[in-house]
């Protein structure tokens, strides 16, 4: 991606995540994460250009919640825009932050998503997705089984192992980290058992309702210079999305926006083989399931790679190619912040400031991805060297 001038992550904040949070109220939530992130930059607000505010605007039943939120996370009286694009919205909004700094706008831009899911009927607009009779066999909500059946018929318990174990990295991903939601210690065996929700997608295959918020703040080569020995340099990234129709006559064949957005991103930035060029991977994982679908289709793996991959360990914290050593989304998920909060964990593997889920080994090129109705995928590319 062609730049004006180069941006960095100077500061990442995030508040710990819950199913309830009771103690505060919208305002006072977003203001932890932005606290946060302006303290782990030693910036006040006065250092801040512009704002950019984003969630899943119709979760809480709220219009315009960045007008309300001026007291959490000090808009008054700045430049501000606010972006909601479902799911990817956190992913969005570091987009839109990039581009404010590195188009010469904006010196500093602070971006913050948000979701207090206990507030609204987030569970209500999502199980909507479907018809409650006719897709009751094939969805939960907005996430089908349609692709995790196949894999079912096509490698058999194989798959059914795998995506379990996939499950089971990231239970314990999440216990070493102070942030997420979930935090519960399960075996391949308690996934197998867990209740059934659409075949072959059982309950804990699946991702939480959270309550959270995450901060970041961008600044332009210079500033990010003057603010800290640790910048995070945002290379590129890519956005892809699709809309999509049921239809009769069986299935046909149409290439992944998860795929789309990884050539466009490889091809730009010269990588030709993700697996060795990129060191870790925070990918945006609705399902255990779809994580383990779409490493064939991000990492541009051969048919039943991704199955291989994940028998051998290579995707555990310690492999060869880290997935989610946060936790992920199946860990952690308020919504308008969980894709920014990918982007976030992917900068503090880069920084070396992700404490007990930090990878061993030294990170220097870090993928993070969201994801959305509409089959929307961005995918980011953070590096800790500007020519990485």
């Given at each position: 991606m062609s730049r004006k001038r180069n941006v960095a992550i100077v500061g990442i904040g995030q508040t710990y995540h819950k199913a309830h949070r009771p103690d505060v109220n919208q305002v006072e939530l977003v203001h932890e994460a932005v606290r946060a992130a302006l303290g782990n930059a030693l910036l006040s607000m006065k250092d801040i250009d512009c704002v950019v505010h984003g969630n899943m605007e119709l979760f809480e039943g709220i219009h315009q919640p960045d007008m309300w939120h001026v007291d959490g996370d000090g808009a008054f009286l700045k430049s501000g825009f606010r972006l909601t694009t479902g799911g990817t919205t956190g992913g969005t909004l570091v987009c839109a932050a990039d581009h404010?700094?590195?188009?010469?706008?904006?010196?500093?831009?602070?971006?913050?998503?948000?979701e207090k899911q206990e507030e609204g009927h987030t569970t209500?607009?999502?199980?909507?997705m479907a018809d409650p009779l006719w897709g009751r066999a094939l969805m939960t909500g907005a996430i089908s089984g349609v692709r995790a059946g196949m894999m079912v018929r096509e490698f058999g318990q194989r798959a059914e192992l795998a995506a379990a174990r996939v499950r089971v990295k990231a239970a314990n991903n999440a216990l070493k980290n102070p942030f997420a939601h979930l935090k519960i210690k399960i075996t391949v065996d308690d996934v197998m058992k867990s209740r059934m929700l659409a075949y072959p997608l059982r309950f804990l295959h699946m991702c939480p309702e959270s309550n959270g918020a995450c901060a970041l703040v961008l600044s332009s080569e210079e500033k990010a210079k003057e603010i800290t020995k640790k910048p995070v340099w945002m290379k590129d990234h890519v956005t892809v999305h699709m809309e999509e129709t049921f239809y009769r006559g069986g299935p046909r064949k149409i290439t992944p926006s998860m795929e789309v957005a990884a050539r466009k991103l490889y091809q730009r930035n010269g990588i030709k083989n993700p697996l060795e060029e990129i060191d870790v991977f925070e990918m945006y994982d609705p399902s255990s399931w779809w994580e383990l679908e779409w490493m064939e289709y991000f990492l541009l793996?051969?048919?039943?790679?991704?199955?291989?991959?994940?028998?051998e360990g290579a995707t555990e914290i310690d492999g060869r190619f880290p997935i989610n050593p946060s936790g992920g989304v199946v860990s952690t998920n308020p919504i308008g912040a969980t894709a920014m909060i990918r982007v976030a964990e992917a900068a503090l593997q880069i920084r070396g400031d992700a404490g007990e889920h930090q990878v061993p080994k030294e990170v220097r090129r870090a993928m993070a991805s969201s994801f959305g109705g509409t089959l929307w995928t961005?995918?980011?590319?953070l590096t800790k060297e500007i020519g990485a």
């Open positions: 404010l700094v590195a188009s010469g706008l904006f010196e500093t831009v602070l971006a913050v998503g948000f209500t607009g999502i199980t909507a793996l051969k048919h039943g790679q991704n199955i291989d991959l994940v028998e961005i995918l980011h590319l």
